[in-house]
């Protein structure tokens, strides 16, 4: 089966310290999404990307996140600094270029920063 | 703004028995549908994804049902298991756009 893959799996962070999480979408697939879980926020959309190129990153605070695609296998999300609040897990979902085919998400990265 | 409703957030069954979960969207400008599953500490496996024009989907035991005009899905779940425990997620597009909005979930427990 493809598979969207996520690393790292968990990260503990000390406060101030910059974070990347990686995500390797399924191959051919040139729609990414990032997407943070919380139990107070549920599932909301940080950032997404088509062909490479950033379209919505309105929910994400840009004072310490962005994301990045480097090449079209990798997109990667930065934390810096880190705060407690970030603390959260972190989805990246990739699709094709159709809508008509749903969306598959990775295992997610758990983030806790101390 | 889209916003997506699951009621219940979480429901307790025992073994056996058929349950419905409950989606509802305040737009029904949507492409389309995709239920979701959850396992504790897990990412999120896709059930099932409905288009605009749908009504249904199937797979296995489960159906899910659409129902744009009136802004609701459903979930069907026939004979519940205690592997079915997890969180169900409805999740919809928009006609305008490509992202994903998240319902709140129903965290299920099948009991044995």
């Known amino acids: 089966d493809a598979r969207v893959t996520q690393t790292p799996r968990h990260k503990v962070t000390e406060m101030g310290q910059e974070v990347t999480m990686r995500c390797q979408p399924i191959l051919g697939h040139n729609t990414v999404f990032w997407y943070r879980q919380t139990m107070m926020q549920g599932l909301e959309l940080l950032a997404y990307f088509r062909n490479r190129a950033p379209l919505d990153d309105s929910g994400m605070p840009k004072d310490r996140f962005s994301a990045e695609m480097p090449d079209a296998t990798l997109a990667t999300l930065k934390i810096q600094p880190s705060e407690p609040r970030d603390s959260a897990v972190y989805f990246c979902?990739?699709?094709?270029?159709?809508?008509?085919?749903?969306?598959?998400f990775g295992s997610g990265t758990r983030l806790t920063v101390v | 703004k889209q916003e997506v409703t699951q009621i219940p957030a979480a429901l307790s069954v025992p073994e056996g028995e058929n349950l419905v979960l409950n989606c509802s969207f305040t737009d029904s400008a949507i492409y389309n549908l995709q239920w979701f599953r959850q396992d504790p500490g897990k990412g999120l496996t896709s059930l099932l994804l409905i288009q605009s024009s749908q009504r249904e989907q199937t797979s296995g035991r489960l159906n899910a049902s659409l129902d744009k005009s009136s802004g609701r899905s459903t979930l069907y779940i026939a004979a519940s298991q205690p592997g079915d425990s997890a969180t169900y997620l409805c999740a919809v597009v928009n006609n305008a756009g490509n992202m994903l909005t998240f319902g709140g979930g129903t965290r299920l427990m099948v009991k044995p």
């Open positions: 979902a990739s699709a094709p270029g159709s809508r008509d085919y749903g969306y598959t």
